[in-house]
């Protein structure tokens, strides 16, 4: 079993509709990651949060640690909201090392 | 100009040859990283440094070396490449804010290895 589980693997979606990506864990963690991945392979971070919700423009991003799951949701999705979304969290136990476990993505596709 | 460059982009190489892909940063991060992608699979680590005298070995190392040659620069090589390191092959780098905390990582734009 991954130590990252992201639900769904694919999601399409039409424009202007509310997307909810899942992220489960099964490690203690000091910090959980959310990336985006171009269609042309370029990996951009969008949130790095290790409690509560934060938000940025469409996105936003929740997390609860005592159920070891995190959702990323985008507000108004647009075609160029089309990406693989990628969770990664930092295994707790490793102190200070900026190691990240990462889940295999969510590949969006949002048609107009 | 990109914060993170890595070269080359594109590389089709064939089995046994020694490769090197490079990695520069202008963001003046300490940590810098080496991950490879391949479908279906998440990122894996194949080794990390987090100053110029200090590298270590992440869980896919086998196979590959690196080199901080400076705080800007790190280098992935392939000793000898074999089919199987066929990959997407991303570098990433990271402030280190201090007391055990964490950081965003920012990732070059990937380097396409193809071993034949």
């Known amino acids: 079993k991954n130590e990252v589980e992201q639900s769904p693997q694919n999601l399409t979606a039409q424009e202007g509709e509310f997307i909810t990506i899942n992220c489960s864990y099964s490690?203690?963690?000091?910090?959980l990651h959310w990336l985006q991945q171009h269609p042309g392979g370029g990996i951009v971070s969008l949130f790095m949060l290790s409690s509560g919700k934060k938000k940025h423009g469409r996105l936003i991003a929740t997390i609860n640690i005592q159920e070891k799951h995190s959702s990323l949701h985008i507000t108004a999705s647009h075609p160029r909201d089309s990406a693989v979304y990628i969770c990664a969290v930092e295994d707790g136990g490793s102190y200070n090392t900026d190691k990240l476990i990462f889940g295999t993505g969510t590949r969006l596709q949002v048609f107009p | 100009d990109a914060d993170v460059t890595q070269t080359p982009r594109n590389r089709i190489t064939k089995t046994g040859k020694r490769i090197m892909l490079e990695c520069s940063q202008t963001?003046?991060?300490?940590?810098m990283y080496w991950y490879r992608q391949d479908p279906g699979l998440g990122l894996r680590l194949i080794y990390y440094?987090?100053?110029?005298?200090?590298?270590n070995k992440g869980e896919i190392s086998d196979g590959y070396s690196v080199s901080r040659q400076a705080q800007a620069k790190f280098s992935l090589s392939l000793e000898s490449a074999i089919p199987n390191q066929t990959a997407l092959y991303f570098c990433?780098?990271?402030?280190?804010?201090?007391?055990?905390?964490?950081?965003?990582?920012?990732f070059g734009p990937g380097t396409r290895l193809t071993v034949l």
């Open positions: 440094s987090f100053d110029v005298k200090d590298i």
């Open positions: 990433a780098t990271s402030e280190d804010p201090g007391q055990g905390l964490t950081d965003t990582q920012y």
């Open positions: 490690v203690g963690i000091s910090a």
């Open positions: 963001k003046g991060h300490d940590r």
